[in-house]
């Protein structure tokens, strides 16, 4: 075999794997655990060592939920938060809507920081025989002369030494900025929308709260006025004496680029009542942030071997910039096609069958993202979200439908006259 690869001639060679998964978050988790409970030899590189931090909201849907409950991870361990739905806050209301009630997902979240969230993950894969690698940096793809598609990678091992690992098929989950998609030509979208998101700690009396709760408005106090800042808050009760405190902006509000997003959210938490301790006296750790791809904004999902999972395909949901149910799902997904393909007789066919993992991502998500961009143009516009808070959250069936919207929560089949609204609207909208 000819290959290409910009390294020194020291690389030497490791064993084969059937698939080679670089990023152990949880899209690159899931996939490993699927991969390796149907047989395949899986290999996982991961560049840092579990347990590690990660910037998160750490609160988990329904949705993320029931990925977790299918890999089989139980709650029994105290540190695992149940919640109830989702407390909103804005236009002078303040709303608490339960989880939609639902057969197809359970009826509560979850909160789980990611300090060991993704190694719970990742110790289900390695528990279903996938091998991991930590301290283990990708560096580039490695390409086969003649066919010109991915048959490995050149990383730097926990020894900062060049190492080689080949496998036929190559799963990016490696994040937002995925080095491997950028060197396989596979760049982001600059009409796809982008989020950034930054939290920190705070030692909280509200720590144990039943209730994710969204700020639709930030207000500032500190001037003597009421100004309103750009985005949206959040206050998430982690259980163990903390609240995870964090605000998201989107790249649709005009001021996306000028935001000092830590000075943003300092000023926010300083406008709270004084009683729930977001003061920088209570901080736990520094303000941390990172960026939401969203709605599909790297494409194609799969060329010339390699399968983009997660971040790496800017899977972030654009109605609420959950991040987690999401690149869970396409683990899974791309799992599934995996393995079929490793079953068919012909080069012919195997391509085939990886080809069809853009469609069922198109199928599955495609029409709902379209609809999350007209969304986030929307609510980038100030007077429509004073408008909407003003005189939508005040009107409970619609927010009822606006949760399970922004939610992605509905019945596949067989729900209400909100779930077929919602499920039509997605399934007749283009994937643009």
């Known amino acids: 075999m ?51 931090e990660k910037v998160c909201g750490d609160g988990l849907t329904p949705r993320a939920v029931k990925q977790l409950i299918a890999m089989g991870i139980t709650f029994e361990d105290p540190a695992w938060v149940k ?11 303040r709303l608490e809507l339960p989880w939609p009630d639902l057969a197809a997902y359970p009826s509560y979240g979850l909160v789980r920081t990611r300090q060991d969230f993704d190694q719970i993950l990742v110790n289900q894969a390695v528990k279903a025989g996938a091998t991991l690698m930590e ?10 002369a003649r066919s010109n598609r ?43 929308p982008m989020g950034v998101a930054v939290r920190t700690y705070f030692t909280s009396p509200r720590h144990d709260d039943d209730y994710l709760e969204s700020w639709l408005e930030l207000w500032d106090k500190s001037s003597g006025k009421d100004v309103l800042l750009p985005g949206y808050g959040w206050v998430f009760g982690v259980g163990d004496g903390t609240s995870n405190v964090g605000l998201g902006i989107l790249n649709s509000t005009a001021s996306f680029k000028d935001v000092d997003y830590r000075k943003l959210l300092r000023r926010w938490a300083d406008s709270m009542p004084e009683e729930w301790g977001f003061t ?37 949901n654009p109605f609420n910039g959950e991040g987690i ?62 408008y909407a808070t003003k ?22 089949s067989h729900g209400d006259a909100m779930d077929r609204l919602i499920n039509g609207m997605s399934k007749i909208t283009p994937a643009a």
Do not use: C, W
Request: charged share 20%.
């Open 391 to 412: 005189y939508g959250l005040p009107q409970r069936t619609l927010m009822r439908f606006t949760l399970k919207m922004l939610a992605n929560l509905t019945e596949p």
């Open 150 to 192: 991915i048959v490995g990678v050149q990383a730097k091992n926990s020894d900062r030494e060049p190492v080689t690992y080949r496998a036929p098929l190559v799963l990016a989950a490696d994040g937002n900025s995925s080095r491997l998609s950028v060197a396989m030509g596979i760049r982001k979208r600059d009409d796809r």
């Open 280 to 316: 920088e006296d209570n901080q736990v750790g520094p303000i941390r942030g990172a960026a939401l791809p969203m709605g599909f904004n790297r494409v194609p999902h799969y060329s010339r071997g390699m399968l983009l999972l997660g971040d790496s395909g800017g899977m972030v």
């Open 135 to 144: 301290r283990t940096t990708v560096t580039a793809p490695l390409i086969d």
């Open 83 to 93: 919640n109830h739905g989702l407390r909103i806050i804005g236009g002078g209301t």
């Open 325 to 386: 149910a999401y690149a869970m799902e396409a683990g899974k997904i791309a799992a599934d096609v995996v393995v079929q393909a490793s079953s068919r007789l012909t080069v012919a066919e195997r391509e085939r069958t990886l080809l069809s993992y853009r469609s069922i991502l198109s199928d599955t998500y495609g029409g709902y993202y379209t609809l999350g961009r007209y969304f986030v143009k929307a609510i980038g516009q100030p007077e429509f979200m004073k």
């Open 2 to 52: 000819s290959e290409t690869a910009a390294t020194s001639p020291s690389v030497r060679e490791s064993a084969d794997a059937d698939v080679i998964v670089v990023g152990a978050g949880p899209a690159g988790s899931t996939a490993a655990y699927y991969l390796a409970q149907s047989g395949l030899d899986v290999l996982v590189l991961e560049k840092s060592a579990f347990p590690r």
